[in-house]
């Protein structure tokens, strides 16, 4: 064999065990949800989705769950933030200010919310996806898996971006080793897709144990169908 030959064969074999690592880690890790779904009132777990039963507030980017917003409708806390008691505001360049101060320090959460508001054109900024993906690259580097999230829904199915799955799947699989269930849910969906049922079910079966229901209706449709057997 020639020192070129040996060598591709050397690299070849490297990419499959990084390859191997990786599924290992990615089936071993995040099987219970993240402390940041957590309320930081009460401590306990939100209800998922977790965006839905809960409120993020931009003097503190803490999300407080809509049990702990209830009991905070009490005299004397009306119009203060139930974590950190600063006051409301409700005029969007206030509210910007206050997301462009927690970004200028480095905050993951703020810096993934600003993106989001870029994305969408929101609190009086102009559209602009390019910047959005900027941000969230830079929150997911800071250690926000909501962030890893967005951008894998946006190279995956080249919603607003060119389309690049892999790199897609790549920033779901560094949530989901992080216990982000829509990302473990996501990669399930991926591999349904391409056939690969097994692996799907697992994915799913992990997402389901943590509470995502979504994952749980497709696997009973895996079941009805005749994807999934109990055997697995």
């Not at 139930?82 to 006051?87: K, L």
């Not at 200028?104 to 929101?122: F, H, V, W």
């Amino acid at each position: 064999m020639s020192n070129e030959a040996a060598a591709a064969q050397a690299a070849v074999e490297s990419a499959d065990l990084a390859t191997r690592s990786l599924h290992q880690r990615l089936m071993a890790s995040g099987h219970e949800r993240p402390e940041g779904d957590r309320c930081p009132i009460c401590f306990d777990l939100i209800e998922l989705p977790v965006a839905t039963y809960s409120s993020i507030n931009v003097c503190c980017m803490k999300r407080v769950c809509d049990g702990c917003l209830l009991a905070a409708r009490q005299p004397g806390m009306n119009g203060l933030c139930e974590f950190c008691r600063t006051p409301f505001i409700d005029d969007n360049a206030s509210m910007l200010s206050m997301i462009q101060k927690r970004v200028s320090k480095g905050d993951a959460e703020a810096i993934n919310q600003l993106g989001e508001i870029y994305y969408y054109g929101e609190l009086g900024l102009t559209k602009d996806v390019p910047r959005a993906m900027e941000l969230w690259t830079e929150a997911a580097e800071l250690g926000s898996i909501d962030a890893h999230c967005r951008l894998g829904r946006r190279y995956f199915t080249g919603e607003g971006v060119e389309e690049n799955k892999p790199r897609g799947i790549h920033h779901w699989q560094q949530a989901a080793m992080e216990g982000h269930v829509m990302s473990r849910n996501n990669l399930g969906a991926a591999e349904k897709n391409n056939g690969n049922y097994e692996l799907a079910l697992q994915h799913w079966m992990i997402s389901a144990k943590m509470g995502y229901d979504n994952s749980l209706n497709h696997i009973k449709e895996m079941f009805k169908v005749g994807h999934a057997t109990k055997a697995q």
